[in-house]
């Protein structure tokens, strides 16, 4: 479709004159960065109506030299967005250019300027390099103008690259980090490598970026899940298993099973989690299998099936991962298998067995910042101290306390949710509501009426 008969920006201005559609802009783009040997391949349409639109006002350097290339007129005055004053006329009235952030992540002041002649002499020179740029004279033009996209489609190497080493990155960040704080860079990439997916890549890239891109929506959806967003966390883990399917990659597929059992089993859904963690355990690349057969076993225990989570447990101890952390959740190795084993032996009642093993995993956290993990095992242990046959509800509420400062500042909306549900079995019991460390609690929990379905598991 063509730009808005009202463009907000002067890039839209040249694109109504010259009665460009948003597609005809790509190619006159990709057209003139060939030209000029810029280090950019092109640009989507997604990318461009941003850029009309104003949302972004400075773009990478490689953007600015081809559009002032094809243009003749500062990128950031192409791209400000127009707000007149008085009546409309472009050339006659003052204009403000908004603080709007760029592609290179900075801000642009905002400034007000007049539009005098030399104004009027960028909008002239512009206007002559738009119809000497890009006007499609023959079908044969426009021919060669898709020829040179489809050739310059493919990412350019060290783009991908990077994107690459990103997804590895966060294998090691992603356990250390505040989730808060990991959301817009992982944002961010992600729309990067979707929106190169939107451009004219075929063969081996195409399957390179179908995966990278996977991967960033696999863990946007975690952050979700570990934050208690489990639409936006849905929403993303069925996106990368898009991805997983067209990459045909086990890895994500099978991360992305272990979290969707994940997001059922918190919403009370245990049949559901089973069946889930049940259809991803064939073929499951060796990284996953430890991980969907411990999502099995707690989910079986929690549907009465003893003697099924016990044998999934076995098979979780039989898979255990001993290499390095792969892109996907985090490994399963003999840390993960004694904290699944201690929270499966809570959901079978079995605190007796299980508090001895949450207490060795706290143990062995100790230490590495694994913020997530130590507030599960501490919640863990707080559900076997109310498992034993003789109940420890103080301790519990101690467990409890450990789980929530392990969880200050890092964005643990589940953490808070999954705690204030043990809370709540601590005070429908009359003495150990009384106790002063399960009191404690109260200003650091969500009332009854703000709980999830999660926070009864």
């Given amino acids: 479709m063509p730009p808005s008969p009202e463009p907000r920006t002067l890039l839209g201005h040249f694109l109504v004159q010259r009665r460009w559609t948003v597609l005809q802009f790509c190619g006159a783009y990709a057209t003139a960065a060939t030209t000029i040997g810029a280090a950019t391949k092109g640009i989507t349409e997604r990318h461009a109506k941003r850029w009309l639109s104003g949302e972004v006002t400075k773009p990478y350097p490689a953007a600015r030299q081809v559009l002032e290339y094809m243009f003749g007129t500062n990128a950031e005055t192409l791209l400000a967005v127009i707000t007149p004053q008085g009546d409309h006329s472009l050339t006659s009235n003052p204009v403000a250019f908004a603080t709007r952030p760029g592609d290179d992540e900075h801000a642009l002041p905002a400034v007000r300027e007049g539009v005098g002649s030399s104004r009027r002499r960028d909008l002239l020179h512009a206007g002559m390099l738009l119809t000497a740029a890009g006007t499609v004279r023959s079908p044969a033009e426009r021919a060669a103008q898709i020829s040179h996209a489809i050739a310059a489609a493919n990412p350019d190497p060290l783009t991908l690259a990077e994107l690459q080493h990103g997804v590895h990155r966060l294998t090691t960040l992603y356990p250390i980090t505040p989730h808060g704080a990991l959301v817009e860079p992982v944002e961010r990439a992600w729309d990067d490598a979707e929106a190169l997916l939107e451009t004219r890549v075929s063969g081996s ?3 390179d970026l179908e995966l990278v891109a996977g991967q960033y929506a696999y863990y946007r959806g975690q952050l979700a899940f570990d934050m208690g967003d489990d639409h936006t966390a849905l929403t993303f883990f069925v996106l990368a298993a898009q991805h997983a399917e067209a990459a045909t990659d086990s890895l994500l597929a099978g991360s992305v099973a272990v979290m969707r059992s994940s997001l059922a089993f918190f919403a009370g859904d245990f ?8 259809h991803g355990q064939p073929g499951a690349h060796p990284y996953i299998a430890p991980k969907i057969a411990g999502c099995l076993a707690r989910a079986l225990a929690q549907s009465g099936n003893a003697d099924g989570a016990l044998a999934a447990l076995h098979t979780m101890q039989d898979t255990v991962w001993d290499g390095t952390a792969l892109p996907g959740p985090s490994k399963g190795d003999a840390g993960f298998c004694e904290r699944f084993t201690a929270v499966t032996y809570t959901y079978l009642h079995r605190g007796e067995e299980a508090e001895p093993l949450a207490r060795s995993a706290l143990t062995h956290l100790d230490g590495t ?11 863990a242990l707080a559900r076997a101290l109310l498992h034993r046959q003789t109940p420890d509800p103080e301790q519990a509420a101690t467990a409890i306390h450990a789980a929530l400062t392990a969880a200050d500042g890092n964005d643990h909306g589940a953490t ?3 705690a204030a549900g043990i809370h709540r079995r ?28 999660s926070a009864g598991v």
């Fill in 416 to 418: 808070t949710n999954r």
């Fill in 369 to 379: 910042g694994h913020h997530l993990q130590i507030a599960g095992a501490h919640l």
């Fill in 205 to 207: 890239s195409r399957r």
């Fill in 271 to 278: 049949t559901r989690a089973a069946t889930i963690a049940h």
């Fill in 426 to 453: 601590l005070t429908a019991h009359r003495q150990w509501a009384q106790l002063p460390a399960v009191r404690d609690l109260n200003d650091r929990l969500p009332n009854r009426r703000a709980l999830t379905p």
